[in-house]
């Protein structure tokens, strides 16, 4: 088994705010392998973005503090790492698109001037500047955007969010990273749309033979778009497993719980759903942090915090039920 591209152990990050400290990350662990898809999913304000915003360094700090926890790339920590070397990270290593494709792009600069630049300063060859505008269309042209050269002179504001979102990931895939972490990319586009560019991104990160962290809240998109799935509740993943398993035989009661919330296309309305909703950072609950809206909670999950286990290959789960074996796997 070659080193995992990606690991991180144990990530604790806060916020420092003015009611007191959020504590978002408690002990985030997950690893990413050589050319594999990673899914992750979790509820809005779970701590997705945040976790892949300490991979790459750019929370902003204050008011984050990363209290503990080690994220190894390529088995080098990049909290150990300086300045210079995790600006090599983020350019060559990592690329991550975002869901808001109009606040990535810079209002004031061509398309073609942002996505020159990109490939100029992360480039592992050096290239003339033909090389580099040559290199741009190619990219503009393998997302599938009409007319590259017209969008290469054009402006953010003149191309569809569609489109934008195109050019996000035409700029991060035009240098060939080895992880690309796409953060919810459909999200703030039209249904329609959505279909094309997960098909696209699909498509691109096969030729590419590229490593992706996929972060969703639907596990219909999950379930189209990766090899192994995360499933992360308040600041903690609480239980990984390849696909198929994960949706054959879901282990913790909150991956459970979302699963029966999708509704049905056969009708029947939405499922029970999770009573309850997330905690609030600034007071989280003791032990495990689902402890609250569990219905096998016992003084145990109240106690103390689960630790991520493994069930069987890369099945594992952080639960104390599925420990006592009151949930079993199938
Ligand atoms: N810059 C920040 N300042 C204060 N709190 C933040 C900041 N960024 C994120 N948070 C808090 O961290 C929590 C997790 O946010 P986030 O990682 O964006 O969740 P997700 O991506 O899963 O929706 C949220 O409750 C949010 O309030
Ligand atoms: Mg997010």
Do not use: W
Request: glycine share 8%.
């Amino acid at each position: 088994m070659p080193a995992p591209l990606l690991k991180i152990e144990d990530l604790h990050v806060e916020f420092k705010v003015y009611e007191g400290v959020l504590r978002v990350l408690n002990g985030v662990q997950l690893i990413v392998n050589p050319g594999e898809r990673v899914g992750l999913v979790g509820e809005a304000g779970c701590g997705k973005t945040t976790t892949m915003k300490c991979i790459l360094q750019i929370l902003p700090s204050p008011p984050s503090r990363t209290t503990e926890g080690r994220i190894f790339f390529n088995e080098r920590d990049i909290r150990q790492m300086k300045a210079h070397e995790i600006q090599d990270v983020r350019g060559k290593g990592i690329s991550m698109i975002f869901q808001d494709p109009t606040a990535a792009l810079n209002p004031v600069f061509s398309i073609g001037d942002q996505l020159t630049t990109v490939i100029r300063c992360n480039s592992r060859t050096t290239l003339s500047k033909k090389g580099i505008h040559q290199r741009a269309i190619t990219a503009l042209r393998e997302v599938q955007l009409p007319d590259p050269n017209r969008i290469f002179d054009g402006y953010p504001i003149q191309l569809s969010g569609g489109m934008r979102q195109r050019v996000c990931i035409a700029m991060a895939l035009a240098t060939e990273p080895e992880l690309l972490i796409a953060d919810e990319p459909t999200t703030s586009l039209d249904v329609t749309i959505q279909d094309q560019i997960l098909r696209l991104l699909n498509e691109l990160v096969d030729e590419h033979g590229t490593s992706v962290i996929f972060i969703t809240h639907s596990l219909g998109v999950v379930r189209e778009m990766a090899d192994r799935v995360y499933v992360m509740y308040a600041g903690c993943i609480v239980e990984g497993a390849e696909k198929s398993e994960l949706f054959s035989d879901p282990l913790h009661p909150y991956t459970r719980g979302l699963m029966s919330a999708v509704p049905k296309l056969t009708g029947g309305g939405i499922a029970e759903g999770i009573p309850g909703r997330i905690p609030d950072y600034l007071d989280p609950p003791s032990g495990c942090r689902f402890h609250p809206r569990c219905p096998y909670a016992t003084e145990e999950c109240k106690a103390e915090r689960p630790e991520l286990t493994r069930i069987r290959g890369s099945h594992e789960v952080a639960c104390f039920a599925v420990e006592r074996g009151e949930i079993n796997a199938q």
